[in-house]
């Protein structure tokens, strides 16, 4: 098992940052990538960011340019610094890992992911 704990949400201004933190614990070996999902009021799921063991980034359309995964294998932890935030990057972020192998989908490298945490909410407003 893999457990997940973010921490860094928290409310700001339009056109601010906020720099998201994720440590994973448990069965680190297992992991073959990691990155954030988000989940605005009445919006479906989104997956915004991955990064591979291989540090391979993939991102969402929407926050191409304004955010940036990273990772810090020493400390076992990625992060999600996002950058000109906009209101409707309102959303519950959530820390997600995968055991299972990555497929290509679309020249991209892609994977179903199996542990996820509980969350932080980010909230931009004035």
């Known amino acids: 098992q893999v457990q997940l704990v973010e921490s860094g949400g928290g409310l700001v201004q339009p056109g601010g940052s906020l720099r998201l933190s994720c440590v994973a614990s448990g069965r680190i070996l297992d992991i073959n990538a990691m990155g954030w999902y988000r989940q605005g009021p009445g919006k479906q799921r989104e997956l915004v960011a991955t990064i591979s063991t291989g540090e391979i980034t993939n991102y969402a359309d929407s926050v191409k340019g304004r955010f940036t995964i990273s990772r810090d294998n020493a400390k076992n932890a990625i992060y999600l610094q996002m950058n000109s935030l906009k209101p409707e990057d309102t959303a519950v972020y959530y820390c997600?890992?995968?055991?299972?192998?990555?497929?290509?989908?679309?020249?991209?490298?892609?994977?179903?992911?199996?542990?996820w945490g509980l969350g932080t909410q980010v909230t931009v407003s004035s």
């Open positions: 997600v890992a995968s055991s299972q192998p990555s497929t290509a989908v679309g020249g991209q490298l892609q994977w179903e992911f199996d542990y």
